[in-house]
T-cell receptor, first 116, second 112 residues
Framework: AQKVTQAQTEISVVEKEDVTLDCVYETRDTTYYLFWYKQPPSGELVFLIR??????QNEISGRYSWNFQKSTSSFNFTITASQVVDSAVYFCALGRRPNTGNQFYFGTGTSLTVIP | EAGVAQSPRYKIIEKRQSVAFWCNPI?????LYWYQQILGQGPKLLIQFQNNGVVDDSQLPKDRFSAERLKGVDSTLKIQPAKLEDSAVYLCASSLDRGELFFGEGSRLTVL
């Protein structure tokens, strides 16, 4: 069975602080994908990153960075020097690709509030 | 490239009434998904189509929910009759083989 756990329900930080959002996943598949999505107050889920299970290289994109560790089944997301615009709900998701088409499993989300 | 289009954005109905949501996926995306997102929770898959065939509808309350994807392009999700607990945002998404899900803006349903 596939499962994604985001243990942090809500996080508040002061602007310019760094913040890490945790994501732990469970799967028996050897090939899978991990994603982060951002859901601002407007409601639309915005794709941030996709990672393949065979690529553990960490990634940095501007103020965003992702730490993928298969040994601990974690895919954590760090925002450096947070800004008010980063306030949103962030979802981690696990994807798999059987012959019937991609399947996705979402965590319950972490609500991030950046205080000016 | 146009994104996933959904309508209506907002709908308020009385319980036991019916409602329909429409989705037009990104052109060329074979897989279409309907998710239900209740306030404070993550998206929950209701139904997944591959072209015009149903791949997974195991979490669709079939006594009141139905969905179709005619001609493998746009899709309609219907609720009849609606219950209070159906109040949620209904998200449509589509994907290609690469795997990213592209979401529409969602249709927010309030059942009174």
């Amino acid at each position: 069975a596939q499962k994604v756990t985001q243990a942090q329900t809500e996080i508040s930080v002061v602007e310019k602080e760094d913040v890490t959002l945790d994501c732990v996943y469970e799967t028996r598949d050897t090939t899978y994908y991990l994603f982060w999505y951002k859901q601002p107050p407007s409601g639309e889920l915005v794709f941030l990153i996709r990672r393949n299970s065979f690529d553990e290289q960490n990634e940095i994109s501007g103020r965003y960075s992702w730490n993928f560790q298969k040994s601990t089944s974690s895919f954590n997301f760090t925002i450096t020097a947070s800004q008010v615009v980063d306030s949103a709900v962030y979802f981690c998701a696990l994807g798999r690709r059987p012959n019937t088409g991609n399947q996705f499993y979402f965590g319950t989300g972490t609500s991030l509030t950046v205080i000016p | 490239e146009a994104g996933v289009a959904q309508s209506p954005r907002y709908k308020i109905i009385e319980k036991r009434q019916s409602v329909a949501f429409w989705c037009n996926p990104i052109s060329g995306h074979a897989t279409l998904y309907w998710y239900q997102q209740i306030l404070g929770q993550g998206p929950k898959l209701l139904i997944q189509f591959q072209n015009n065939g149903v791949v997974d509808d195991s979490q669709l309350p079939k006594d009141r929910f139905s969905a179709e994807r005619l001609k493998g392009v746009d899709s309609t999700l219907k609720i009849q009759p609606a219950k209070l607990e159906d109040s949620a945002v209904y998200l449509c998404a589509s994907s290609l083989d690469r795997g990213e899900l592209f979401f529409g803006e969602g249709s927010r349903l309030t059942v009174l």
